[in-house]
């Protein structure tokens, strides 16, 4: 694939320069993109184990030390949010709702100005009886990862008899204004076709909004298989099978998702393509792992690590320069479908989503 499929405006050398990264200002790379949206992982702890993401063992999570501590957490946003530029924090996991840190994370954002808008990718469960504290503490809204309403096939994905949980946490969060609730579905290459119909009948009756997502290479086992998965192409024609599907007319921008209006509206779906129809020069992630190493994209290779930095005395200023030189450092694109593609050592639920 070439740089200007990606959407990629300029052609840079191969090893950037750190030493030529901004000193203020947006946090950039060499492809003049700037990273607005930070991507915030808690834990890489999951209570499901998702076929497409873990073995049903699970796996072996970090050590406790490793994890950044509270403290480390709120200094690093807050160097995100008011010197770099961030205007967009999402906490993840692993599953975020398993950790003890994330109300306190997200009062720590919201308490920041300029403020951030903030916001969870959770699987769900546990989310009934936490989703007024969280608003409380400032949460703006919710994304709730749910691939099938059909409980058998929710089982047999996800290794857990847990989707009234799911479907008792997305009522709840819509409920106290955690809105707008938006449901993120990967489709099972077996059944997924029709659980994109059944899906996205559900979120229309429930005012949530569908977003399906092409399955990725990021599964602990390294078993990933184009030919094994669903593109959005095949996705969109079996929705128009049963949906008038007309494309949103707002700008995209930098919003992963391609957005179609359902039967005229109000109604939309969207459907991000990161594999068939790569988006990457419009990305404007940066990402920071439970154990404190940025990532200047989902599927990057090299990591810096900030944890370390800070615990051997660096400054605040110090810090800010290493997380500049790690995005100035950012590949074109995620090189999925180039020939020497290698996906990641760490699987999705060890990066965050």
């Not at 840079?12 to 790379?29: S, W």
């Not at 073995?55 to 995100?80: F, N, Q």
């Not at 615990?311 to 100035?328: H, K, L, P, T, Y």
Request: glycine fraction near 8%.
């Amino acid at each position: 694939m070439t740089l200007t499929s990606l959407g990629v405006p300029s052609i840079r050398t191969p090893t950037p320069d750190p030493a030529d990264a901004p000193t203020a200002g947006p946090l950039l790379d060499t492809f003049g993109r700037a990273a607005t949206d930070l991507r915030v992982s808690l834990t890489d702890r999951c209570n499901l184990r998702c076929t497409y993401c873990m073995p049903a063992e699970g796996l072996d999570w970090l050590p406790a030390d490793d994890l950044l501590r509270p403290d480390e957490l709120a200094r690093l946003i807050t160097i995100a949010v008011t010197r770099l530029g961030i205007t967009n924090v999402r906490f993840t996991g692993g599953e975020p709702l398993v950790s003890r840190t994330l109300e306190g994370a997200i009062a720590v954002a919201t308490a920041l100005r300029p403020r951030p808008e903030t916001s969870i990718t959770t699987n769900g469960i546990g989310l009934a009886r936490r989703a007024a504290g969280l608003k409380a503490a400032g949460l703006d809204r919710v994304n709730v990862s749910l691939d099938t309403v059909d409980a058998d096939r929710f089982a047999r994905i996800t290794r857990r008899h847990r989707l009234g949980d799911v479907l008792e946490g997305l009522a709840a969060a819509h409920a106290v204004g955690l809105t707008p609730v938006k449901v993120n579905a990967v489709l099972d290459p077996e059944s997924g076709l029709d659980d994109a119909v059944s899906l996205l009948r559900f979120c229309l009756d429930h005012g949530y909004q569908l977003r399906i997502i092409e399955q990725m290479p990021l599964d602990a086992g390294h078993r990933w298989r184009r030919d094994q998965t669903l593109d959005a192409d095949r996705i969109l024609d079996a929705l128009r099978r049963h949906f008038d599907l007309q494309p949103d007319t707002a700008e995209r921008g930098s919003a992963p998702a391609q957005l179609w209006r359902v039967d005229g509206g109000p109604g939309v779906v969207g459907v991000i393509a990161s594999v068939s129809h790569a988006f990457c020069g419009a990305c404007d992630r940066t990402r920071l792992t439970a154990d404190g190493q940025v990532r200047s994209c989902l599927f990057s290779r090299e990591e810096t690590d900030l944890r370390l930095l800070m615990r051997r005395g660096a400054d605040d200023d110090a810090v800010e320069a290493a997380w500049r030189a790690a995005m100035w450092a950012k590949p074109a694109g995620h090189g999925i479908n180039d020939p020497g593609f290698v996906q990641p050592v760490r699987p999705m639920s060890a990066i965050g989503g």
